[in-house]
């Protein structure tokens, strides 16, 4: 596809303490998810803890994204494939970055995709999933409280089940397919995150993995973090995404 260079001063949303929810038009998949953690890593905090739920965390995904390798080095990941499973990694998750601060880690953020997505299988009774949800909404929200983190979660569908994970979130962020490339919005009125991230004047877009990292170069470039200039993916297997289901200590 067409490729152009960003216009100066492209940014992503700025992420705050608290909860937020991140709302992605289907067909942009996980890669917006993907990119504002990485942008968190560059501007704030040295280390992302991202508990997964249905593959949402892809090493091939964030390899080609990061603007440098040692970005992969900084995101600890674990994976439930059940709802207990999911719960127990979520009541392990503040002392996991207690443990941070106390070796000198910066927490830069938690991310949480498709939070309600594993509450929603039949091995698991549908009052008592909402009952795990609602508790492990508190346990983030606690997190926030505690180290002034933001915490980003995604949903798998706006129902019943996950109307608590728009209750508890402090802003609701939006990213929409545009014509003019994928746009970011607030249902904040005092937020600034309404963005046009990436358009052309010729009416071309660029909607692939190279388009996000893109942005990510520029945004590295302007904060004079490192930068890949040989313009390679780091392999999968030199990045900390390739961890165990349930990493050491957690």
Do not use: K
């Not at 039949?122 to 180290?147: F, K, S």
């Amino acid at each position: 596809m067409h490729r152009d260079q960003p216009h100066d001063g492209v940014e992503l949303p700025t992420l705050e303490a608290g909860v937020t929810l991140l709302e992605i038009d289907a067909e942009l998949g996980a890669e917006p998810l993907c990119a504002l953690v990485l942008d968190q890593l560059l501007s704030s905090g040295d280390h992302a803890f991202w508990v997964d739920a249905g593959g949402h965390v892809q090493t091939s995904t964030l390899a080609t994204l990061a603007p440098h390798p040692q970005y992969l080095e900084r995101i600890t990941t674990a994976r439930g494939f059940t709802a207990y499973q999911h719960a127990s990694l979520l009541d392990r998750l503040p002392r996991i970055v207690s443990n941070a601060v106390l070796e000198r880690t910066d927490p830069a953020l938690v991310v949480v995709p498709a939070m309600d997505l594993l509450y929603r299988e039949d091995d698991i009774p549908r009052e008592q999933a909402q009952e795990l949800l609602v508790q492990r909404l508190a346990t983030l929200a606690g997190i926030t409280r505690e180290r002034d983190l933001p915490v980003v979660v995604t949903r798998a569908r706006d129902d019943e089940l996950s109307a608590p994970i728009e209750a508890a979130a402090a802003e609701t962020l939006t990213c929409q397919a545009t014509p003019f490339g994928p746009r970011f919005t607030s249902d904040d009125a005092e937020s600034d995150a309404e963005t046009l991230v990436y358009h052309t004047g010729d009416g071309w877009l660029q909607t692939t993995l190279a388009f996000w990292r893109e942005i990510l170069q520029h945004r590295a470039r302007a904060v004079d973090a490192p930068v890949d200039t040989a313009g390679e993916s780091p392999s999968a297997s030199s990045t900390s995404t390739t961890s165990p289901v349930t990493p050491e200590g957690w």
